[in-house]
């Protein structure tokens, strides 16, 4: 089945049967919760580009960056006000990337290759290097870890290069994200 939103021909496969639909506009939402994925799609989805839109990596990506928007910035707001339980908490990309798929009139109709293209994102990601950098103190005895964001595990700052970033910038990047210390600048504080 071939299918054009916003300019975009896409050629659908028979359905997977293994995604169940996490959102359903006609199911009970919160107010909040449908103003929260209405408010990340804005942001994250709906003016991405016709030719990101036809990568599933770009559209998996993007959708990365929204869950965490979603995660660190709504849902934490959420509970700093007391109204954490009027949000739908995700712990991982593919349940928030499935509800935003139901949700998204843009992305609706390539609902059918979701599994499909939630496998070849996957294997994608996988492929993509991940930099970082050793912190230590001026004697070398003590080293900076930051704890992983669900809480289990510790690590060296680092994560994965972005598109069209080299290896040390990436490290330069992840690090200052990760820990407000910024390896580039005279004394590594902005």
Not at 76 to 101: N, V
Not at 130 to 153: E, F, H, M, P
Request: negative net charge.
């Amino acid at each position: 089945m071939n299918i054009n939103t916003s300019g975009v021909s896409l050629s659908c496969a028979a359905p997977f049967l293994t995604l169940k639909p996490i959102f359903k506009r006609n199911m009970k939402h919160s107010q909040a919760y449908l103003d929260a994925m209405d408010d990340v799609h804005t942001r994250f989805i709906l003016n991405l580009p016709v030719e990101e839109l036809a990568s599933a990596d770009r559209i998996f990506f993007q959708l990365e960056q929204a869950w965490w928007f979603y995660d660190d910035f709504i849902c934490d707001g959420a509970a700093k006000e007391g109204k954490e339980g009027e949000l739908k908490r995700f712990k991982y990309l593919k349940p928030f990337a499935a509800a935003m798929f139901e949700f998204s009139d843009l992305l609706k109709p390539m609902l059918p290759r979701f599994e499909e293209m939630y496998a070849e994102f996957s294997a994608y990601k996988r492929s993509i290097s991940t930099y970082g950098t050793i912190l230590l103190n001026r004697d070398a005895t003590q080293l900076v870890l930051c704890k992983n964001w669900n809480g289990k595990s510790w690590t060296l700052p680092g994560g994965k290069v972005n598109q069209n970033e080299g290896g040390k910038e990436a490290a330069a990047r992840e690090t200052y994200e990760e820990t407000g210390f910024d390896p580039n600048a005279e004394r590594g504080l902005c």
